[in-house]
């Protein structure tokens, strides 16, 4: 990694290492969760699901069922059909009772003797092996399955509603067929029922006969075969061969991943699948897993941020440390040289020279033997303070050493006018030492840098004119010696 981005390697590496960390975690907290999920419906919900509504089934269809088996063994059902069916009343008061009770509305009885279809209201019609109507009638006569059958179909005494009829055959004790007695359940009021367990558990419900079709469900809706359905039609073998045990399938639908219980009736024939839309059933897993992603992200990045930060900050002060003088806050030996080339470039587009000023403390030595180091050091920091207020913003100032400072400035000639300013500046300025007043000079040694003269010739002239402001009394500027290239230090 090399660039900008070089210097905040590790904390980049740390922050993919954290990012992956985050991602494996919510990899394995969303496998975990979405097996405990799917453990729950498999093993708990759809099984109890399962239960509940067989339990409901018994109250709703299996009672009725049982009130139909007592009503095709009731003697005397058995003796008036016996008895040339007289009084026909009778029958019909007898069915009008039954009705209302667990949801019966439907309740009738046909005699195989005179083949009449007599309800609560007397006698309806006479069945006929022609009409088709009646057709359900000489099947359940034909049904070996056992004693009753169970059917939808229209009950012309309600409005043809779609009712759900128990045809139970009436066998006297010596095995005589006597008829069909049987209640029906509309339709609608099982749907209704079916929907609001739909709503309480949120999972289909539906059952299917023997030969695959949906002859109840939630919506009502005309037969349906099971093999006609989409992804439960490759589960139509598996869901008829089941039987009383819970069977656990599952299937895909439109990118839905579904999972279903089946298991078989015996007392109604029929086979009930409780299904669970799995897919539907991780979302509010997949939203907790982005909310989990989208707080740890933010944490990271937070984190990430204050790493950085701290970071930056730590790199400008090393940066400062290694490039300013601690104790005058001028810019060091080191940081003037790398600053140097940008800074001739400049001068250079400016179309300046540049100037440069050799400045040194007068009796420096005198000030630390006197008065201490702390106050020499504070009369180094003052110094350097009054020269920075006297400079621009494109001009340097470097501590060059001890007491000496270096001030290189863009010029048009051989001027001294800043070096006289800086030297009036710091004489005229008023310290402390002590509680006594203090007063300090420094001298100035001032050269025009012209190329092609090198920065040491440059530094030699101008040390050499300082030499000669310090022997000349001090507190003064002198010039430095026209440069020669012969006069040029030999590498």
């Given at each position: 990694?090399?660039?900008?981005?070089?210097?905040?390697?590790?904390?980049?590496i740390?922050?993919?290492?954290?990012?992956?960390?985050?991602?494996?975690?919510?990899?394995?907290?969303?496998?975990?969760?979405?097996?405990?999920?799917?453990?729950?419906?498999?093993?708990?919900?759809?099984?109890?699901?399962?239960?509940?509504?067989?339990?409901?089934i018994?109250?709703?269809?299996?009672?009725?069922?049982?009130?139909?088996?007592?009503?095709?063994?009731?003697?005397?059902?058995?003796?008036?059909?016996?008895?040339?069916?007289?009084?026909?009343?009778?029958?019909?008061?007898?069915?009008?009772?039954?009705?209302?009770?667990?949801?019966?509305?439907?309740?009738?009885?046909?005699?195989?003797?005179?083949?009449?279809?007599?309800?609560?209201?007397?006698?309806?019609?006479?069945?006929?092996?022609?009409?088709?109507?009646?057709?359900?009638?000489?099947?359940?006569?034909?049904?070996?399955?056992?004693?009753y059958?169970?059917?939808?179909?229209?009950?012309?005494?309600?409005?043809?509603?779609?009712?759900?009829?128990?045809?139970?055959?009436?066998?006297?004790?010596?095995?005589?067929?006597l008829?069909?007695?049987?209640?029906?359940?509309?339709?609608?009021?099982?749907?209704?029922?079916?929907?609001?367990?739909?709503?309480?558990?949120?999972?289909?419900?539906?059952?299917?006969?023997?030969?695959?079709?949906?002859?109840?469900?939630?919506?009502?809706?005309?037969?349906?075969?099971?093999?006609?359905?989409?992804?439960l039609a490759?589960?139509?073998?598996?869901?008829?061969?089941?039987?009383?045990?819970?069977?656990?399938?599952?299937?895909?639908?439109?990118?839905n991943?579904?999972?279903?219980?089946?298991r078989?009736?015996?007392?109604?024939?029929?086979?009930?699948?409780v299904e669970?839309?799995?897919?539907?059933?991780?979302?509010?897993?997949?939203?907790?897993?982005?909310?989990?992603?989208?707080?740890n992200?933010?944490?990271?990045?937070l984190?990430?941020?204050?790493?950085?930060?701290?970071?930056?900050h730590?790199?400008?002060?090393?940066?400062?440390?290694?490039?300013?003088?601690p104790?005058?806050?001028?810019?060091?030996?080191?940081?003037?040289?790398?600053?140097?080339?940008?800074?001739?470039?400049?001068?250079?587009?400016?179309?300046?020279?540049?100037?440069?000023?050799?400045?040194?403390?007068?009796?420096?030595?005198?000030?630390?033997?006197?008065?201490?180091?702390?106050?020499g050091?504070?009369?180094?920091r003052?110094?350097?303070?009054?020269?920075?207020?006297?400079?621009?913003?494109?001009?340097?100032?470097?501590?060059?050493?001890?007491?000496?400072?270096?001030?290189?400035?863009?010029?048009?000639?051989?001027?001294?006018?800043?070096?006289?300013?800086?030297?009036?500046?710091v004489?005229?300025?008023?310290?402390?030492?002590?509680?006594?007043?203090?007063?300090?000079?420094?001298?100035?040694?001032?050269?025009q840098?012209?190329?092609?003269?090198?920065?040491?010739?440059?530094?030699?002239?101008?040390?050499?004119?300082?030499?000669a402001?310090?022997?000349?009394?001090?507190?003064?500027?002198?010039?430095?010696q026209?440069?020669?290239?012969?006069?040029?230090p030999?590498?």
């Amino acid at each position: 990694m090399s660039g900008p981005l070089s210097r905040y390697r590790l904390a980049i590496i740390v922050a993919l290492l954290l990012l992956a960390g985050i991602i494996v975690n919510a990899g394995l907290y969303y496998q975990q969760g979405s097996q405990d999920i799917r453990h729950g419906i498999v093993e708990q919900g759809l099984p109890l699901t399962g239960d509940t509504i067989f339990s409901e089934i018994d109250k709703s269809i299996l009672r009725p069922l049982s009130v139909a088996s007592l009503m095709a063994n009731d003697t005397f059902l058995q003796d008036w059909l016996k008895d040339g069916e007289r009084g026909p009343d009778r029958v019909a008061r007898y069915l009008a009772a039954i009705n209302g009770r667990y949801g019966i509305t439907g309740s009738f009885l046909v005699s195989e003797s005179s083949r009449r279809y007599y309800y609560a209201g007397g006698v309806l019609k006479t069945v006929s092996p022609s009409d088709p109507e009646d057709r359900w009638y000489f099947r359940s006569l034909k049904n070996a399955q056992g004693a009753y059958d169970i059917a939808l179909d229209e009950d012309m005494t309600n409005g043809g509603k779609t009712t759900l009829f128990i045809n139970h055959r009436i066998v006297d004790s010596q095995g005589k067929l006597l008829g069909v007695i049987g209640v029906g359940l509309p339709q609608a009021e099982l749907s209704a029922q079916l929907a609001a367990h739909e709503r309480r558990f949120q999972r289909r419900i539906y059952f299917i006969d023997h030969d695959g079709r949906i002859v109840l469900d939630s919506a009502g809706a005309g037969q349906r075969k099971l093999r006609d359905l989409p992804g439960l039609a490759q589960l139509a073998d598996a869901i008829l061969a089941g039987g009383p045990e819970p069977r656990k399938l599952e299937y895909s639908r439109d990118g839905n991943r579904y999972l279903l219980t089946t298991r078989l009736l015996p007392e109604l024939g029929w086979h009930l699948l409780v299904e669970q839309n799995e897919t539907r059933a991780l979302q509010p897993l997949h939203a907790a897993l982005q909310v989990n992603l989208a707080i740890n992200s933010t944490i990271l990045l937070l984190v990430l941020i204050a790493v950085l930060a701290t970071l930056q900050h730590h790199q400008r002060r090393m940066r400062q440390l290694a490039t300013t003088d601690p104790l005058t806050g001028c810019l060091n030996r080191l940081a003037f040289l790398d600053l140097l080339p940008g800074w001739l470039r400049a001068c250079e587009r400016a179309s300046a020279e540049p100037q440069l000023l050799m400045i040194d403390i007068d009796h420096f030595k005198q000030v630390n033997d006197k008065h201490g180091h702390q106050i020499g050091d504070r009369v180094l920091r003052e110094i350097a303070d009054l020269l920075r207020s006297q400079l621009r913003g494109g001009d340097l100032l470097i501590r060059w050493g001890g007491e000496e400072f270096v001030v290189l400035v863009h010029s048009h000639g051989d001027d001294d006018a800043l070096a006289e300013r800086l030297r009036s500046i710091v004489a005229n300025h008023i310290m402390s030492a002590s509680g006594k007043r203090l007063t300090v000079t420094i001298s100035i040694g001032l050269c025009q840098w012209l190329p092609p003269e090198t920065l040491e010739a440059a530094v030699a002239r101008a040390d050499l004119a300082l030499y000669a402001a310090k022997q000349g009394g001090r507190n003064r500027v002198c010039h430095a010696q026209p440069y020669h290239p012969l006069d040029e230090p030999i590498a």
